[in-house]
Nanobody, 122 residues
């Protein structure tokens, strides 16, 4: 019903920047919040950032505040994650997710993308 496709991952040097995108298609009118998560090998899935479609309200994990920025483009149903001052510990598979619930700080994400790999070298 909803398809999420991430893109923009790749290899970047520590201190560099990268921009990820998440394109949503299908029954996107049912969605209220778009989120970004990441998972490194041997680590649990970690929340990164979220944004509401209607108001553009954002919420960030403490680990990325001041470095990452999430934004959305309602015209083409695309969510962006701009990453700056990247660190090796940011290396992970980054997932885009969507939820029908309007709560930014709550779980219950209904749809997930396949992920895009971000590798930060030192």
């Amino acid at each position: 019903q909803v398809q999420l496709v991430e893109s923009g991952g790749g290899l970047v040097q520590a201190g560099g920047s990268l921009r990820l995108s998440c394109a949503a298609s299908g029954r996107t009118f049912s969605l209220n919040v778009m989120g970004w998560f990441r998972q490194a090998p041997g680590k649990e899935r970690e929340f990164v950032a979220a944004i509401s479609w209607s108001g553009g309200i954002t919420y960030y994990a403490d680990s990325v505040k001041g470095r990452f920025t999430v934004s959305r483009d309602d015209a083409d149903n695309t969510v962006w994650l701009r990453m700056s001052s990247l660190k090796p510990e940011d290396t992970a598979l980054y997932y885009c997710a969507a939820k029908k619930s309007p709560g930014l700080r709550l779980g219950g994400y209904d749809y997930w993308g396949q992920g895009t790999q971000v590798t930060v070298s030192s």
